[in-house]
């Protein structure tokens, strides 16, 4: 399973990037990957007009997104628009950060779950 990830590097710098999480044979209910820590869940509705210039990540977390579309720029001027059904990594908790912005007039429904300080996933290699 594969899933995008916003990073930073070492000058601050925020970037896309891809992490596969690994999932196995889990019987009869399907593929599933190990168990990873979890701090918070938490719910947010972003309005319609939303448009958050550069920021970081306030946590290493992953990004639900359930309904409505968002557009995320990285430094260097890269896009993507994510939308229902689409799952990011936000990993630059330092440095310039990312900026996002609401698309099509839409409110967006997510949810972000931080992650425990053990779990690790390996980047994909470009």
Same mark, same amino acid.
């Given at each position: 399973?594969k899933?995008?990830?916003?990073?930073?590097d070492?000058?601050?710098k925020?970037h896309?990037?891809e992490?596969?999480?690994?999932?196995s044979?889990g019987?009869?209910?399907?593929?599933?990957?190990e168990?990873?820590s979890a701090?918070n869940?938490?719910?947010?509705?972003t309005?319609?007009?939303?448009?958050?210039?550069?920021?970081?990540?306030?946590?290493?977390?992953?990004?639900f997104?359930?309904?409505? /579309? *968002?557009?995320?720029?990285?430094?260097g001027?890269a896009?993507? !628009?994510?939308?229902?059904? &689409?799952v #990011?990594?936000?990993? @630059?908790?330092?440095?310039?950060?990312?900026?996002? /912005? *609401?698309?099509?007039?839409e409110?967006?429904d997510?949810?972000? !779950?931080t992650?425990?300080d &053990?779990? #690790?996933?390996?980047p @994909?290699?470009p």
């Open positions: 399973m899933i995008t990830r916003i990073y930073n070492e000058h601050g925020s896309f990037g992490v596969t999480i690994p999932v044979d019987g009869p209910i399907g593929m599933l990957s168990r990873y701090g869940i938490i719910f947010r509705q309005p319609a007009d939303y448009d958050f210039k550069w920021h970081p990540a306030p946590a290493r977390q992953l990004l997104i359930l309904k409505g /579309r *968002a557009e995320f720029t990285v430094s001027g896009r993507k !628009v994510f939308g229902a059904g &689409d #990011v990594l936000l990993e @630059d908790t330092e440095g310039e950060g990312h900026c996002s /912005r *609401a698309l099509y007039n409110v967006r997510s949810i972000f !779950v992650l425990g &053990d779990v #690790v996933f390996e @994909d290699l």
